[in-house]
């Protein structure tokens, strides 16, 4: 089989993300092609390293011809080719959404193909401040994406997003002053290695740096203040673009820094406090909402921060789960934002938008055979023969609460005449979703065997 | 027609780049053979990284200067995500001014010194722009610096030419080449070399304007890049938007 080197994945979609105004002055409508173009072609790369993992293991690139610690290593385990091959397959369907449109400019296309870069680039990448500038260029392709509505809400959102974001950045930037100051270096493995040579405080100190400044990214509960308004400005394809890039990056970005970079048992402790606060407030404030839009940002935050739950059980099991959880939010939380565009009373009265809409939901509240229930099994399991009673109590609690407001919610667009609303392209967009959603349920021993894999490797501090 | 063109354009870029990596033998290393050591039991990683950068620069990179060898050779990956994020920014500021209507106001006719002074003075600025770019991997500076002083040329000429803006389209296709030139220059290294951005050209004599292999030209891009990108932001700024 051919075997391509990763940084395919990013070098590709930032050159023809340049080369797009120039297409655009030949011809002002061959742009949206040419993006889907770009985006399949990534699909396709991001598949083919996928597999080449699967066969050989870990992928390592040494970039400009250097020996790791000196240049920057791009390492592809098995955790990041599952979310790489996640976020570039569905980039390009939810951008199929758009096709319906007249009105598609060129600078969007552009910060669109960019942020799928950026986002791949942080789950590939294996240097700490490689890592940061990825993070630079998501979270400011991501203001441009939210402001690029227009509307007042649009520059709300924005605003408050570009504030927490720049502060996240300079949280990381600090905790990466700090590592670099005590380890003089930049690589995760030199680091992992090393780790233990750093005082306790100076370790502290970093995790505390690290996991604020990713927090933001990730959504997790002090530091997503930005989220509920991001994402009721932004469009609703924006929206749906932020749960499967950015949002993954960044909570991938929290498991690289809680099992390889600094792993410390306070720092788990920690993180299972952060995701518990994470999920039950997100959840309470979700039930509260009227407004589809920021219910579904709500409870986006509140997968979050199950997933940060899973993370910080500490095993493999769990692991798997939070793998599995991700794979579902991704898909579900983008079908269900393409697909609640001018969400009102009888829009579910249209069979073709009903069923991708119930299948998502479905996966988002845990009902078998979708990847959602498959996350939340693994998890209650592992935590039932661990004796975590009191997690698992507040788990079903928030699974309750989930039910509660996606049943008015359906309810909601049940009523009623029939309306449409939403154009051909976009139910094609959410049907596709849909059938992924269904085919990795059905067959979860698919994902299982790479994510159980992924789960050993993040548990022996490996890529 | 020109839909068709630009088609056919895209097609044939997508199939030849496609071509060549598909069958350039860029190695991979796996975790069971390769050359990727665990630092921690390698002798080298007794030296630390600034130490190495120090001692090795010279023969690894022919650079004279440095900072510009860990910017752009050792950590060039990096420097291409910096110039993407100053990209991405740029265009995030376009889509939020730059499609609207604007008006440009003409508050202060400028002064007779200040239009006389700009016509002498513009030339130089590029010339002392384009030397620090191009002088990158020699002295102090560098792409970054180089494309701001040439931007601050742009802003001059703004505050002369109270009437019209910058030419915006050449600005763009300017930022578009150099751009794809950065990523060209990197990804010539897949097929030439091993390595992304690895260094394929001889680098010539130590402390000479034509050494240090592409690091000068990935310099060149970059100040190209920066400056006519600064040059569009200020475009988009200027003037009073109209409803």
Redesign the interface.
């Known amino acids: 089989m051919?075997?391509?080197?990763p940084?395919?994945l990013i070098?590709?979609p930032?050159?023809f993300?340049?080369?797009?105004?120039?297409?655009n002055?030949?011809?002002k409508?061959?742009v949206k092609?040419?993006t889907m173009?770009v985006l399949l072609?990534n699909t396709a790369i991001s598949l083919i390293i996928f597999l080449?993992v699967l066969e050989?293991?870990?992928?390592?690139?040494?970039?400009?011809?250097?020996?790791?610690?000196?240049?920057?290593?791009l390492s592809v385990g098995y955790l990041g080719a599952i979310l790489a091959l996640l976020i570039n397959a569905l980039a390009p369907i939810v951008y199929l959404s758009y096709f319906g449109d007249a009105e598609n400019?060129v600078?969007?296309s552009?910060?669109y193909m960019?942020v799928t870069a950026?986002s791949t680039?942080i789950v590939i990448t294996g240097d700490l401040?490689?890592m940061f500038?990825?993070f630079?260029?998501t979270a400011?392709?991501s203001?441009?994406l939210v402001?690029?509505m227009?509307t007042k809400k649009a520059y709300e959102g924005a605003f408050k997003y570009i504030v927490l974001g720049t502060i996240g950045s300079s949280f990381i930037l600090l905790g990466i002053a700090t590592i670099y100051g005590y380890l003089?270096?930049?690589?995760f493995?030199?680091i992992a290695?090393?780790i233990n040579t750093m005082p306790e405080s100076a370790r502290l100190m970093s995790f505390i740096f690290l996991i604020i400044g990713i927090g933001v990214e990730a959504e997790l509960f002090p530091l997503n203040g930005w989220v509920p308004d991001a994402y009721e400005g932004a469009s609703n394809r924006v929206a749906a673009f932020f749960s499967l890039g950015p949002s993954k990056a960044g909570i991938y970005a929290i498991a690289r820094l809680l099992f390889t970079l600094v792993p410390l048992v306070k720092g788990f402790n920690l993180a299972m406090l952060l995701g518990l606060l994470t999920l039950v407030i997100g959840e309470l404030a979700a039930l509260r909402q009227k407004d589809p839009k920021r219910m579904l940002a709500y409870s986006s935050i509140g997968q979050m921060g199950l997933i940060l739950v899973a993370f910080s059980m500490h095993s493999a099991l769990a692991f798997t789960a939070a793998i599995f959880l991700m794979v579902s939010h991704a898909l579900a939380k983008s079908l269900l934002f393409l697909g609640t565009r001018g969400y009102k009373e009888g829009v579910l009265r249209n069979p073709w938008v009903a069923g991708p809409i119930f299948i998502g939901v479905l996966s988002i509240i845990g009902m078998p055979p979708f990847p959602g229930f498959w996350g939340k099994w693994y998890l209650l399991v592992n935590m039932a023969q661990r004796g975590f009673w009191a997690v698992i109590l507040l788990i079903i609690f928030a699974a309750i609460v989930e039910g509660v407001y996606y049943a008015r919610f359906l309810h909601r667009g049940t009523e009623g005449e029939e309306s449409k609303v939403l154009t051909r392209s976009e139910i094609a967009a959410i049907t596709i979703l849909a059938l992924i959603l269904v085919l990795v349920g059905m067959f979860p021993q698919y994902l299982y065997t790479p994510a159980v894999k992924a789960a050993a490797a993040l548990m022996g501090g490996g890529p | 027609m020109?839909?068709a063109?630009?088609?056919i354009?895209?097609v044939a870029?997508?199939v030849i780049?496609?071509y060549f990596?598909?069958t350039s033998s860029?190695p991979?290393?796996?975790?069971?053979g390769?050359d990727?050591v665990?630092?921690?039991n390698d002798h080298?990683?007794n030296q630390?990284?600034?130490q190495?950068?120090l001692n090795?620069s010279r023969k690894?990179t022919g650079s004279q200067n440095v900072v510009t060898a860990i910017v752009v050779?050792?950590?060039?990956?990096?420097t291409?995500?910096?110039v993407?994020?100053l990209?991405?920014?740029a265009?995030?500021?376009?889509?939020?001014l730059?499609?609207y209507k604007r008006r440009i106001e003409k508050a202060v006719e400028p002064n007779f010194v200040t239009q006389v002074a700009t016509v002498i003075i513009l030339p130089f600025i590029v010339i002392v722009g384009a030397y620090i770019f191009i002088h990158g991997h020699l002295t102090p500076g560098g792409g970054f610096p180089g494309g701001a002083i040439i931007a601050s040329g742009f802003l001059l000429l703004l505050l002369v030419e109270t009437n019209r803006g910058l030419p915006e389209?050449k600005l763009?296709?300017t930022?578009?080449?150099a751009?794809?030139s950065y990523?060209?220059i990197?990804?010539l290294?897949?097929v030439l070399?091993?390595?992304?951005?690895?260094?394929y050209l001889p680098t010539g004599i130590f402390g000479t304007v034509f050494s240090a292999g592409i690091i000068p030209l990935i310099y060149i891009a970059i100040g190209f890049k920066v400056g006519s990108e600064l040059g569009g932001i200020l475009h988009n700024i200027k003037g009073v938007h109209e409803e």
Do not use: C, W
């Open positions: 051919v075997s391509l080197p940084v395919l070098a590709f930032l050159f993300a340049f080369l797009a105004p120039l297409i002055m030949v011809s409508k061959a092609y040419y173009a072609l080449n050989h293991g870990v992928i390592y690139e040494e970039l400009s011809g250097f020996y790791p610690p000196v240049g920057i290593l400019s600078k969007f552009m910060i960019l950026s680039g401040f490689n500038v990825f630079e260029i400011v392709g203001y441009g402001a690029s227009r003089k270096t930049l690589n493995y030199d290695a090393r | 020109r839909k063109i630009a088609i354009i895209s870029v997508f780049l496609a990596f598909v860029a991979i290393n796996y975790t069971t390769g990727y665990n630092p921690i080298q990683a630390s990284v600034p190495q950068y090795d690894d050779e050792y950590r060039g990956f990096d291409l995500g910096e993407t994020v990209f991405t920014a265009t995030g500021l376009a889509i939020l730059g499609e389209k763009s296709i930022e578009s080449l751009g794809m990523a060209l990197g990804l290294g897949l070399a091993n390595e992304f951005l690895e260094n």
